[in-house]
T-cell receptor, first 117, second 115 residues
Framework: AQTVTQSQPEMSVQEAETVTLSCTYD???????LFWYKQPPSRQMILVIR??????QNATENRFSVNFQKAAKSFSLKISDSQLGDAAMYFC??????????????FGQGTILTVHP | GAVVSQHPSWVICKSGTSVKIECRSL??????MFWYRQFPKQSLMLMAT?????????EQGVEKDKFLINHASLTLSTLTVTSAHPEDSSFYIC???????????FGAGTRLSVL
């Protein structure tokens, strides 16, 4: 079984500032993927960023970047130049690429991000 | 690209009736779709994995006779909540897995209210 833990139920940031959301995971598989999804008030799940576990280089998508520490099983999300539209619930998720749970996403508890103008 | 459509977005029904929710991948074929349930301000809980042309695989604790899943084509999966009761009221979300990148794209969700 795999687990994903987000220890920050809520975070806040000033517009234009930088914020980091934490995530740790545990999986017995050697091949897996990590994701951050965003769920705004509309409740539509939106993919923010994806990281392949075999890649050492941290993924980056515009203002969003991750700090992937494989040995520590840590996968944090950094949002730079925060915008009001970034306000949402953020979910960290892990997907096994093998084993009996192949293809299934396991989500963390979520972090509610508030952006102050 | 990678659009997943889910209908209806909101449904209200009487206790004892059945409700069908549709999930369509509009611009790609999805051999595998997933159904989740989400309570307010909580995480997504996987209910079942829907595979085209075969029986769905249900997670432990999910009643397969209550939540019927059909994946009859590469672009459509349906979830039918049979004999719905107030405790089935929730937000249901589908997703479709696209290709070898193992990315799941999500529908906008369906809010089910059972009176």
């Amino acid at each position: 079984a795999q687990t994903v833990t987000q220890s920050q139920p809520e975070m806040s940031v000033q517009e234009a500032e930088t914020v980091t959301l934490s995530c740790t995971y545990d999986t017995s598989e050697s091949d897996y993927y990590l994701f951050w999804y965003k769920q705004p008030p509309s409740r539509q799940m939106i993919l923010v960023i994806r990281q392949e576990a075999y890649k050492q280089q941290n993924a980056t998508e515009n203002r969003f970047s991750v700090n992937f520490q494989k040995a520590a099983k840590s996968f944090s999300l950094k949002i730079s130049d925060s915008q009001l539209g970034d306000a949402a619930m953020y979910f960290c998720a892990c997907l096994n690429a093998g084993g009996t749970s192949y293809g299934k996403l396991t989500f963390g508890q979520g972090t509610i991000l508030t952006v102050h103008p | 690209g990678a659009v997943v459509s889910q209908h209806p977005s909101w449904v209200i029904c009487k206790s004892g009736t059945s409700v069908k929710i549709e999930c369509r991948s509009l611009d790609f074929q999805a051999t595998t779709m997933f159904w989740y349930r989400q309570f307010p301000k909580q995480s997504l809980m996987l209910m079942a994995t829907s595979n085209e042309g075969s029986k769905a695989t249900y997670e432990q604790g999910v009643e397969k006779d209550k939540f019927l899943i059909n994946h009859a084509s590469l672009t459509l999966s349906t979830l039918t909540v049979t004999s719905a009761h107030p405790e089935d009221s929730s937000f249901y979300i589908c997703s479709a897995r696209r290709g070898f990148k193992n990315i799941q794209y999500f529908g906008a969700g369906t809010r089910l209210s059972v009176l």
